[in-house]
């Protein structure tokens, strides 16, 4: 397999937030990765910034105790290792004084890409980017990567973008969804618009509904008070699941560029309706053996916010009028696994009569964790004598064995949205107004249901939810696909 990897610039990457969670979790080990796979550009360096007094050895040698225990396998390449720990640089940081900033100014050069990690609360964005302004650090070229949460509603997305907007220009802006990021994610792009297969079948002719499941069995453990003000609506669905819709839903961009495909997200976003109030299940999930209930983990025995969020939503527009896309999303569920599944129309005249198996309905699932891939259930006739038995089966494209090698270098999420801030290629991130029309969805839902004072329903740990979320497609003569780890 020939791969064509798009050359990077050498860049200086700045993360604010440097020792903190996500830096030593996801940030620092995706880009020993993609340093060791050639992908750095020498002369290349990464800056880590924060509150912590520390120098630059010191910094090191946190991010190789990061990078050992967070890291692969390629911890043991020690070469490598030491090599990369040589490109990594400390400042020490006051977001909201003077301290360290002319030191930042010395170490940043303004002759190669630049870019500015904010992995830090939003309530620093500001502060942040008018420092890099004032003290002569960022140009018009710098780019500046923001994580989620933007904002917990409207109001506050709208003064983060204008916040921004004082300092960057939109096309220096990268918004991070880390959905976008995944592997499967972007072959859903190149399924749908690749393919001459899908494509005529992706409306209400032929398809009956769409499931996006987002299960996970962790619990919030550990996150309590930001989950407890946030819940799954505007800690899952107002992003990703919102983003996995959008690459489902749209229409063809006329380029795989960034504007083009941003631009028919927005349209969907736009065309979603609101939705009934019986047309949303919320749950919150109990006590078990191995666990706590969630309103334990939040320290909150009054809490009202869900951990698991079930609904039914309409895209009004030609292709997809009368087809119901069912979300879900929960903690400590059954399994971790996510997937769309796409359920096509039962066969409007079966010429093979009532036989068993004939159910003549095909589903496209895109797996999206775990073992990454797709299959297509069809309908074949069961092997061996006997007359002509009807079994389904799915065409199973796993990536892992699709790929062999080629499926071993698979970058996670975090080192490929890294790679294109790098290459300045926005297609996988959040505009502005994207955001912004998330939000303008999702704020009367979550209003409607706290002026109701909805009560979730509690669901026991390691199932799918609560039963309530099961009646919402059985009342529809629909079920729920089973969650599969
Ligand atoms: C984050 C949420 O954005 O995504 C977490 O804040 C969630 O609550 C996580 O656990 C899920 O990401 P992934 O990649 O593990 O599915």
């Known amino acids: 397999m020939v791969s064509r990897v798009i050359p990077v610039e050498t860049f200086d990457l700045v993360i604010f937030g440097g020792t903190g969670d996500l830096a ?102 500001g502060d942040l980017a008018e420092r890099l302004h004032t003290y002569g650090i960022s140009n018009d070229k710098s780019r500046i990567v923001v994580e989620k949460p933007f904002g917990r509603d409207l109001a506050s997305a709208q003064a983060l973008n204008k916040t921004l907007a004082t300092h960057f220009d939109e096309s220096q802006i990268y918004r991070i969804d880390h959905y976008l990021g995944k592997e499967t994610v972007q072959n859903l792009m190149a399924v749908r618009f690749g393919n001459v297969l899908f494509e005529p079948l992706w409306n209400n002719q032929y398809v009956d509904h769409i499931q996006i499941t987002v299960a996970e069995t962790v619990s919030v453990g550990g996150r309590g008070a930001y989950y407890d003000k946030s819940g799954a609506m505007r800690d899952m669905v107002q992003n990703h699941l919102m983003q996995l819709l959008c690459l489902i839903a749209m229409e063809p961009p006329s380029h795989f560029d960034a504007d083009a495909v941003r631009d028919e997200k927005l349209k969907v976003i736009r065309a979603l309706q609101s939705v009934a109030p019986h047309h949303i299940v919320r749950g919150q999930y109990d006590a078990d053996e191995n666990g706590p209930s969630f309103r334990e983990d939040v320290e909150n025995p009054r809490s009202f916010t869900e951990s698991f969020i079930a609904m039914r939503c309409h895209i009004a527009n030609w292709r997809w009028a009368g087809v119901p896309f069912y979300l879900r999303t929960g903690k400590r569920m059954s399994a971790r696994s996510s997937e769309i599944a796409v359920v096509f129309k039962e066969l409007g005249h079966s010429i093979f009569g009532d036989e068993e198996g004939n159910e003549g309905r095909n589903i496209l699932a895109i797996r999206l964790q775990p073992n990454e891939g797709m299959d297509l259930q069809v309908t074949i006739k069961e092997p061996g004598p006997g007359g002509m038995r009807l079994i389904n089966v799915p065409l199973d494209m796993t990536f892992a064995d699709a790929l062999g090698d080629g499926a071993e270098d698979v970058a996670d999420a975090y080192e490929r949205l890294i790679m294109d801030v790098i290459r300045g290629n926005q297609t996988l991130f959040m505009r502005g107004d994207e955001v912004e029309a998330a939000w303008a969805w999702t704020d009367p839902l979550i209003e409607g249901w706290e002026a109701r004072n909805d009560v979730p329903k509690l669901y026991d740990p390691g199932s799918a939810g609560p039963g309530d979320a099961m009646s919402l497609l059985r009342r529809d003569g629909r079920e729920w696909r089973e969650i599969k780890g």
Request: proline residues 3%; without cysteine; charged residues 30%.
């Open 24 to 125: 030593r979790r996801k940030i620092l080990p995706g880009l020993f990765r993609r340093f060791r796979s050639g992908q750095m550009p020498a002369g290349s360096r990464v800056i880590g910034a924060a509150r912590s007094e520390l120098d630059s050895d010191g910094y090191r040698q946190m991010i190789f105790e990061a990078i050992a225990e967070f890291g692969g396998d390629e911890v043991h390449d020690k070469k490598s290792l030491d090599a990369f720990l040589k490109v990594l640089e400390y400042v020490t940081i006051d977001a909201k004084g003077d301290g360290g900033w002319s030191e930042l100014a010395d170490l940043v050069r303004q002759d190669v890409v630049q870019a500015f990690y904010f992995s830090v609360a939003p309530s620093l964005f």
